[in-house]
């Protein structure tokens, strides 16, 4: 029995030393060393995405020498880093990127790119400020970018940004990721004083649980409740005796869908709203639109439904067909697209489907 008890404590020992080696931390940037006999009087360890900013601040001037290191994983695949100043805003529209990747040859491109609007794909082009002597180099996986900047409006206070994302083949750079670490590595720096500030775009956790409060209150909403409401009006009042029982079912549970669909709605806003640089508008247009139909439907069904002998009856009851047939419709789209921004795996989007399709009114 203690023969078998040292046994497992020397397999312990072993996986334990083997977990740190393979998980080596960074140093601090205090003990980086340059090659070339490049120094920096100031640093910071920015905390997130493995990141580090080196700087010399010229009063005189107002430049600053930059240097900013990324250390990517030991099996990182191909990727693309860049740090950037926004001189208007705190968001990536708006920023002064620094980019630098190396290519498929193996030689590291290093260049200044303005960025415009979500949709970049980080093209070289020239600074809303003066930038000189952009460089980079790799070593091993970690990449470094170099560069002297002239700083805008003359304040040693800036809103910085810091990212990484895939290369793709053909040295294309892909899309970061859009969640976690990625949309949070932002802040304000003061070059003089050395002063660093997180990001002020709200607390990560706190993000992540009305996120998936959000996606709840919608998937019981527009994928459950709302089905289930047409499926009571649709196959219910066939049956004797059901009237009009079937129709207090059926507004009892739009209602619910309703409020706890315009619950879902008003989370999605806050998120929006505390997620500078971060736009779905895809999901986001969708949800609004459901917001109106599901209003109109709402008021339409309780205030301009005609007795069932009025000759325009007919009319009435095509357009609450169509209304609430396209409402579930395009709930069960979005319900897939916020599958795919909360970056659900493929077997867990595609039960989510499955889910949300039994209970519409035609997988009955």
């Given at each position: 029995?203690?023969?078998?008890?040292?046994?497992?404590?020397?397999?312990?020992?072993?996986v334990?030393?083997?977990?740190?080696?393979?998980?080596?931390?960074?140093?601090?940037?205090?003990?980086?060393?340059?090659?070339d006999?490049?120094?920096?009087?100031?640093?910071?360890?920015?905390?997130?995405l493995?990141?580090?900013?080196h700087?010399?601040?010229?009063p005189?001037?107002?430049?600053?020498?930059?240097?900013?290191?990324?250390?990517?994983?030991?099996?990182?695949n191909?990727?693309?880093?860049?740090?950037?100043?926004?001189?208007?805003?705190?968001?990536?529209v708006?920023?002064?990127?620094l980019v630098?990747?190396?290519?498929?040859?193996?030689a590291?491109?290093a260049y200044?790119?303005?960025?415009?609007?979500?949709?970049?794909s980080?093209?070289?082009?020239n600074?809303?400020?003066p930038?000189?002597?952009?460089?980079?180099l790799?070593?091993?996986?970690?990449?470094?970018?170099?560069?002297?900047?002239?700083?805008?409006?003359n304040?040693?206070?800036?809103?910085?940004?810091?990212q990484?994302?895939?290369?793709?083949?053909?040295?294309?750079?892909?899309?970061h990721?859009?969640?976690g670490?990625?949309?949070?590595?932002?802040?304000s720096?003061?070059?003089?004083?050395?002063?660093?500030?997180?990001s002020?775009?709200?607390?990560?956790k706190?993000?992540?649980?009305?996120?998936?409060?959000?996606?709840?209150?919608?998937?019981?909403?527009?994928?459950?409740l709302?089905?289930?409401?047409?499926?009571?009006?649709?196959?219910?009042?066939v049956f004797?005796?059901?009237?009009?029982?079937?129709?207090?079912?059926?507004?009892?549970?739009?209602?619910?869908?309703?409020?706890?669909?315009?619950?879902?709605?008003?989370?999605?806003?806050?998120?929006?709203?505390?997620?500078?640089?971060i736009?779905?508008?895809?999901?986001?247009?969708?949800?609004?639109?459901?917001?109106?139909?599901?209003?109109?439907?709402v008021?339409?069904?309780?205030f301009?439904r005609p007795?069932?002998?009025?000759?325009k009856?007919?009319?009435?009851?095509?357009?609450?067909?169509?209304?609430?047939?396209g409402?579930?419709?395009?709930?069960?789209?979005?319900i897939?697209?916020?599958?795919?921004i909360?970056?659900?795996?493929?077997?867990?989007?595609?039960g989510?489907?499955?889910?949300?399709?039994?209970?519409?009114?035609?997988?009955?």
């Amino acid at each position: 029995m203690e023969k078998l008890l040292m046994l497992l404590s020397f397999i312990l020992l072993f996986v334990s030393c083997a977990s740190c080696m393979a998980l080596p931390q960074p140093l601090p940037c205090t003990d980086h060393k340059f090659p070339d006999g490049k120094f920096f009087v100031a640093c910071k360890d920015l905390t997130l995405l493995n990141s580090f900013l080196h700087w010399n601040y010229y009063p005189s001037s107002g430049t600053v020498d930059i240097a900013f290191r990324q250390i990517g994983e030991s099996n990182s695949n191909p990727r693309w880093v860049a740090w950037a100043i926004n001189p208007t805003s705190t968001g990536m529209v708006g920023s002064q990127a620094l980019v630098a990747f190396q290519n498929s040859d193996g030689a590291l491109s290093a260049y200044s790119s303005p960025i415009t609007s979500y949709d970049t794909s980080l093209q070289k082009g020239n600074l809303s400020f003066p930038g000189y002597d952009i460089s980079a180099l790799s070593d091993g996986n970690e990449i470094v970018i170099f560069a002297t900047i002239k700083l805008p409006n003359n304040s040693t206070v800036v809103n910085h940004l810091w990212q990484q994302g895939p290369l793709l083949p053909g040295n294309v750079l892909g899309i970061h990721k859009l969640s976690g670490d990625n949309v949070e590595s932002f802040g304000s720096l003061d070059f003089f004083s050395e002063k660093i500030e997180a990001s002020k775009g709200g607390n990560t956790k706190k993000k992540a649980t009305i996120k998936n409060v959000h996606g709840f209150l919608n998937a019981i909403s527009w994928g459950i409740l709302m089905p289930i409401g047409a499926m009571l009006a649709r196959h219910v009042k066939v049956f004797k005796g059901a009237d009009p029982a079937w129709f207090y079912l059926h507004v009892t549970c739009q209602c619910v869908a309703y409020v706890v669909g315009v619950a879902g709605w008003g989370t999605g806003l806050w998120l929006g709203h505390e997620s500078s640089g971060i736009e779905y508008k895809g999901h986001k247009c969708i949800g609004c639109t459901l917001f109106a139909l599901a209003t109109i439907q709402v008021l339409v069904g309780r205030f301009c439904r005609p007795n069932k002998q009025h000759k325009k009856r007919i009319y009435w009851e095509g357009f609450h067909y169509a209304v609430g047939y396209g409402t579930i419709i395009l709930g069960i789209v979005n319900i897939y697209k916020g599958l795919d921004i909360l970056e659900a795996g493929e077997r867990a989007a595609f039960g989510g489907l499955l889910i949300v399709s039994s209970s519409s009114p035609w997988g009955v």
